[in-house]
Structures are given as structure tokens and as C-alpha cells.
């Protein structure tokens, strides 16, 4: 059985790569049809390079990603420390709000923020208030439930007694939060800081309906893009796009990698030190 | 405490850009294009959709159950190998999902099309080319394809959760190893599937890039008609009306599969 799930999991895996493989043929096809092999070339990535367009709006995506991860990380971190200190009942109404972007169809949330900005831009008077802020907003906002629902668990399985401890042992309330509580949840801060930068730089659908003219992302310029024939440079920023993903992926594993094995080999020593003094 | 005052600036935040916007999408539903005055007409008019609703919601269906059905063998896989092997392994399931779905859903295009390239293989045994495109198949094959990470990783931390000793028990009380699937390993995982089934339904059901690519012409999903009424028939009362729709269909389907699972709402995305 084991070994039946063992070569489906290939398959599948193959199944999920198979398009990733096809575009980065192509981007070094020289025909400009995607299923025919002409010839091989390297002149996609250079065009890429020459080209006025692709790279800047690549730059938009970029800032917008940072941008939003760090204010919805920051936003989201705050908030779960509030929910976490909040009753029963409050703390339920909150995840309840929460849960709203989350379950909401993209298209639903991105529809509404559409018509909010439209009704804001009629009140002021504005022709068209959609641009960078309006992309700004729109990400934070799906973003910040991520932020909250990876921090929250770390809250929850936070020794109550170490900020105790830590005021005992002479800290602030400020201190003890900087020097021990966000060191605690430090790891469920970066995952959900990465999962809205991840998140927000492949926005396609919420993106749709907030964008204004003067300010475009690549997914959505891609989007405007394929209802033409597509330009092959196109396949080459996709396949750089994918190595780059790649090598932060792996590096971010043998990273945790290391990390797990120092841990054991502390707890190792730890407990082997316990021993010597019970005994 | 004073700590809860944390929270206030996210409330705040929720309050304008969620909750309002959804006061906004339901104010547009009841009124009129042109007047403004309050009318049931566009809730009526939803009623022409409501084919193209359904048909949204069984092949997002159909989608939801192919995933659950693939993607468990390859969680369960995953969750019985070696530390090192399962992050390695989980990393290859999360990476596409960080790459842009719009091209990927291209590169299906130029699989399956009357002259992409598996035809073109096809061609060259000697065979007929096959009708692979601008049907519902291959709008499943997007859903399944784009959506199945989806399923996959939810489904990996539940099996991953589950306490080996309870296994161990079953094994000492005699279950043989079909046994102890069937009666401790799946019945522990539904949590897992549920909310897999949730996270691939919700996209899959509003989806209108998958199938503007890979469905037939003349068959349209709800999403659309959606993005139609707001980007090029400026409809946006009757837009904000079929929202309303897909909202009660999506919020319809989790409250019963919550029903299967008596969740209480807290655990329902975890990713």
C-alpha cells in the first residue's frame, strides 16, 4: 500500500509541474508558438532585460507585497495580542470577522472593496481614487487574516508564567513583552509574514478590481495580457521568477534543517545534564 | 486588561474595508441601476442565473471530491516519511501555489489544445487527435490542478496531528492495518478534509479565469458573469446581486459541511 502511495505521490507531483516545465521550455524556444519546438535560444531573457515594461511592473508587485505583509504583520500581530487578552465572547465575534475574507469568494471581496472605493471617490468628488493606495488597502485587508490566525496559536501555547517571570526579574511590561513574548511567537510572526508576502504578490482576482491605470501589477498586466497572444518573454520572467521561489525555498529548508538539529543536540545535552544532577 | 485596545486599530480596519464594503454589495442588490430606488429586480433577474449557479457549484463539487480523493493518498504519504523528506516534500506541494496561476492555467491551454502539444504527440503515433479543450473536462482539470495544493497541505497537518499511540492501540487490539485506516486514521482526518474541501469549493466555485481559458464558449460560470456585470456590461446593481447569490451558495455548503464535522469555527482554515 505504502509503496501504491509512494509512486502516486510521483505521479501527482508530476501532474503539478508539468505546466512549469512547459514554460520554461518555452523560454527557450526561438518559434513563437508554445507547442512547437523550433530551436533553442536565449534571446527571451535578453529581450526581458531590454524590455521597458515587465520588469517595472514586477518592481509594483514587489512594493506592494512588502509594503502590505509588513503593515498587515504589524496590524495582525497587535490584533492577535488583543484577541488573545479579549473574553470568550468578544474573542468569538473577532474570529467570526476574521473568518470573513477568508471564506468570502475572491471575487465577492474584491467586488465589494470595488464598489466602497467607487461610493468613496463619489463623496470626494475624485474621478478615479483607484491606484496605489486603493491596491494597498485591498491587500492588507486579505492579508491580515493570515497574520492573525498563524500568531494566534503561538499566543495559545505561550507559557503564561514566562512574562511573569520576566517581570519578577526586574522588566517593564514593555520590556517583558520585546525580550520574551515576541521572542516566543517570533516564528508564527515570520510564517505569517511570508505567507501574506507570497499571498499578495500573486494576487490576481482582488487585484483585478481595485487597480487603477496609473498603477498596475504584473499579474494583472498578465491577465490584460492573455487575452492576446502572449510574448514569450513573458515565459522567461515566469521561469526566473520560479528559480528564484525555488532557491529561497530550499534555503529556507536546510535552514530549518540546521535549526532542528541544534535544538535536539541542546535538548540532547540538556536532558543528559538533568540526569547527571538527579542522580 | 488593557492589551484588548490592541485590537481596536484591526476592528476598525475590518469594520471599513469588510464589513462596510459588504453593507455596500447588499445596498446595490436592492436598488436600481439608473434610479437608485430600492427594487427587487435585480434579485428577480438572478433568477435567469440560476443554471449557470448551479452548474458553478457542481463542477466546483466535482472539483472538491477529485481533490479530496488525490489528494489524501499523497498527504498521507507525505505525513509517514522522514522529517526531512516530509518538509522537502511539502515544499514541492506549496511551490506552485506561489507561482502565477494565470500562466500556469496558459500552459494547460497549450497542453490541450486542437494542435497543443499532447495532441501534436498524439498526431504523430498515427492516432486521432482528441477533443481535450472547451469542455467541462478540462475546466475540472484547471479546478483540480490549481486548487489541489489547497486540499493537500490542510489535509497533511491533521494526519500529522494524529497521536501515534492511538494507532499502537489499535494495532494491540487487534485492527489489521486496513482496520486501523478505516476506523481510527480516517475518522481522525475529517477534520482535515473538510476544511481541504472548503479551501478548494470557495476559489473553484468563483473561479472566471479556468474556465474563460479552458471551458467551451458558451458556457460561463457564475464568476463570469460576476466580473462581466463590473468590467464590461457596467451592471453593477445586478453584479452586486449575483454576489449576493454566490455568497449564500458558498456559506450554504461550509454550514453543512461544518454540520458533518461539529466544528466550532476556530479551526476552520488552517493551513
Known amino acids: 500500500m505504502r509503496r501504491f502511495n509512494r509512486i502516486f505521490t510521483i505521479i501527482v507531483l508530476i501532474f503539478l509541474y508539468v505546466p512549469m516545465i512547459v514554460l520554461a521550455v518555452a523560454s527557450f524556444n526561438s518559434g513563437n508558438d508554445i507547442a512547437v519546438l523550433k530551436g533553442f535560444t536565449l534571446s527571451r531573457y535578453s529581450e526581458l532585460f531590454r524590455d521597458g515594461v515587465l520588469l517595472p511592473l514586477l518592481g509594483n508587485s514587489l512594493i506592494v507585497a512588502v509594503l502590505s505583509s509588513l503593515s498587515a504583520t504589524l496590524l495582525g500581530t497587535m490584533a492577535a495580542l488583543g484577541i488573545h487578552a479579549m473574553g470568550k465572547q468578544l474573542r468569538q465575534l473577532t474570529l467570526a470577522v476574521t473568518n470573513i475574507p477568508l471564506t468570502n469568494p475572491e471575487i465577492v471581496t474584491g467586488v465589494s472593496l470595488a464598489l466602497l472605493f467607487a461610493f468613496i471617490g463619489q463623496t470626494l468628488k475624485i474621478n478615479s481614487i483607484l491606484g496605489f493606495f486603493t491596491l494597498l488597502i485591498a491587500h492588507v485587508t486579505f492579508n491580515l487574516p493570515y497574520v492573525i490566525l498563524s500568531v494566534l496559536p503561538k499566543l495559545t501555547q505561550m507559557d503564561r508564567d514566562l512574562r511573569d517571570a520576566a517581570l519578577d526579574l526586574g522588566c517593564t511590561p514593555i520590556q517583558a513583552f520585546f525580550k520574551v513574548i515576541l521572542y516566543e511567537i517570533m516564528p508564527g510572526v515570520i510564517s505569517g509574514a511570508l505567507m501574506s508576502f507570497t499571498m499578495s504578490l500573486d494576487d490576481f482576482v482582488i487585484s ?52 532542528e538539529k541544534r535544538t535536539n543536540q541542546a535538548r540532547r545535552i540538556f536532558s543528559a545534564g538533568r540526569r547527571r544532577v538527579t542522580t | 486588561m488593557k492589551n484588548k485596545m490592541l485590537a481596536v486599530p484591526y476592528l476598525v480596519w475590518m469594520a471599513v474595508f469588510t464589513i462596510i464594503p459588504l453593507a455596500i454589495v447588499f445596498y446595490f442588490a436592492f436598488t436600481d441601476t439608473v434610479t437608485g430606488e430600492a427594487t427587487f429586480r435585480n434579485i428577480v433577474l438572478l433568477g435567469q442565473y440560476g443554471s449557470i449557479l448551479f452548474k458553478s457549484a457542481w463542477l466546483a463539487l466535482v472539483s472538491s471530491l477529485l481533490c479530496l480523493i488525490i489528494g489524501y493518498p499523497v498527504a498521507y504519504y507525505i505525513a509517514g516519511c522522514s522529517p526531512r523528506k516530509q518538509r522537502f516534500l511539502y515544499m514541492l506541494v506549496m511551490l506552485p501555489m506561489c507561482m502565477s496561476f494565470l500562466l500556469r492555467t496558459l500552459a494547460w491551454v497549450a497542453l490541450l489544445e486542437d494542435t497543443g502539444i499532447i495532441n501534436r504527440f498524439i498526431i504523430t503515433l498515427g492516432l486521432r487527435p482528441l477533443p481535450l479543450i472547451r469542455n467541462d473536462g478540462a475546466v475540472i482539470l484547471g479546478m ?17 496531528k494524529i497521536d501515534p499511540r492511538l494507532i499502537e492501540a489499535a494495532q494491540d487490539l487487534g485492527c489489521n492495518s486496513r482496520q486501523v485506516f478505516g476506523k481510527v486514521v480516517l475518522p481522525l482526518s475529517l477534520p482535515g478534509m473538510i476544511s481541504g474541501v472548503t479551501m478548494v469549493f470557495v476559489p473553484a466555485v468563483s473561479t472566471f479565469y479556468i474556465s474563460q481559458k479552458l471551458g467551451s464558449s458558451g458556457t460561463a460560470l457564475i464568476g463570469d458573469v460576476i466580473e462581466s456585470q463590473f468590467k464590461t456590461a457596467y451592471n453593477p446593481n445586478l453584479g452586486a446581486a449575483m454576489s449576493l447569490g454566490l455568497m449564500a451558495v458558498v456559506f450554504t455548503c461550509i454550514a453543512l459541511m461544518n454540520r458533518f464535522s461539529g466544528d466550532d469555527g476556530e479551526s476552520m482554515v488552517t493551513v
Do not use: W
Open chain 2, 144 to 160: 483540480v490542478y490549481n486548487f489541489l495544493p489547497y486540499m493537500i497541505l490542510p489535509l497533511y497537518s491533521v494526519i500529522m
Open chain 1, 208 to 259: 483585478y478590481f481595485v487597480y487603477g491605470p496609473n498603477f498596475i501589477t504584473l499579474p494583472v498586466e498578465i491577465y490584460n495580457y492573455t487575452k492576446k497572444p502572449l510574448h514569450p518573454k513573458i515565459y522567461a520572467l515566469f521561469t526566473l521568477l520560479f528559480i528564484t521561489i525555488l532557491m529561497v525555498m530550499v534555503l529556507m529548508n536546510l535552514l530549518q534543517a540546521r535549526d
